[in-house]
């Protein structure tokens, strides 16, 4: 008993092993890029959530008395347009209505492309070939022409340009998942969930769809930008957010058609657009090289 006793007490105690994602956690927190952008995203999307309500002027509120005001004058932080709205108001109100479509956007392109990749994929043969020329034929349409045609088909509402950029932008991410469905199908752990007699929703549910969340994460970050970045066209073209509600997009939009009488409604709304995508695109980056095992 003694010589164990000494054995184990010059033992070295037992090393906790760490996962998959806490080692991408660690070495996503250790670039600074990604860390920064984290912090700085985190800061807009409290702006956006709490910012229209410590603001004393509403997004929508017009004062003829205060028109073309320059910033930090007469209250206004950020001046106001040619209503007399304020800038500060109507800039919170367009950052929570870009970030929303941003956000519901990317679910709805997530949940459908998710869902189809990993279905083709999986099940093969005349199906996969089938589903996959349905995307290469919604893939030879512009993408803009179709979320254009849908808008001025059904009108121009918040809804639809969740629904309708949301239906565009999945293809992409049907396609990354239908390539990464394909390696994985043939791992020894779905071989043995086929063995115990699982059927295929299952499999795909509870053992491929989890096995792809890496990738997935890492191009929702991406999608997010590209979603708002369409939306702002479409808003600067009048096909999106209509007045008096406000998005980044018709901010720019107004701006642009201003920016000789008042620079600073253009230059604000455009430092807001680039900060937040620059923000998931660090990050985007950041998830890629933290998820990539070739990188550790």
């Known amino acids: 008993m003694s010589v164990l006793a000494d054995i184990a007490t010059v033992a070295p105690p037992a090393v906790k092993g760490r996962s998959l994602w806490d080692d991408a956690r660690r070495r996503l927190l250790r670039n600074r890029a990604a860390l920064a952008s984290m912090i700085a995203l985190g800061v807009l999307v409290a702006l956006a959530a709490i910012g229209p309500f410590l603001v004393p002027f509403a997004y929508d509120q017009v004062n003829k008395a205060d028109t073309w005001v320059p910033p930090l004058t007469h209250g206004h932080l950020l001046g106001t347009d040619a209503l007399g709205r304020d800038l500060l108001a109507r800039l919170l109100t367009g950052l929570r209505v870009s970030l929303a479509i941003g956000l519901v956007a990317t ?25 996959m020329r349905f995307v290469d034929v919604l893939y030879s349409l512009p993408f803009i022409f179709f979320v254009i045609l849908l808008m001025v088909t059904f009108g121009s509402n918040i809804v639809l340009i969740f629904v309708a950029i949301g239906a565009v932008e999945w293809l992409t991410m049907s396609r990354i998942v239908r390539g990464q469905t394909l390696t994985l199908k043939n791992k020894e752990f779905v071989e043995a969930a086929l063995a115990a007699g699982l059927g295929r929703t299952a499999i795909i549910a509870r053992h491929i769809v989890p096995n792809l969340l890496g990738p997935v994460v890492v191009y929702v970050t991406l999608t997010i930008p590209a979603v708002i970045l369409a939306e702002s066209f479409l808003s600067f073209l009048g096909l999106g957010v209509q007045p008096p509600m406000a998005s980044l997009g018709t901010l720019v939009a107004g701006g642009a058609s201003d920016m000789e009488l008042a620079p600073w409604l253009l230059v604000f709304p455009s430092v807001v657009i680039v900060v937040t995508l620059m923000c998931f695109n660090f ?5 890629r090289d933290a998820i990539d095992p070739k990188d550790r």
């Not at 189809?116 to 999986?122: D, F, I």
């Not at 990050?283 to 998830?287: F, K, Q, R, T």
């Open 107 to 131: 679910t709805v392109s997530l949940v459908i492309g998710v869902a189809w990749g990993a279905t083709a994929g999986y099940l093969g043969g005349k199906i996969d070939e089938a589903m």
């Open 283 to 287: 990050i985007g980056d950041g998830l």
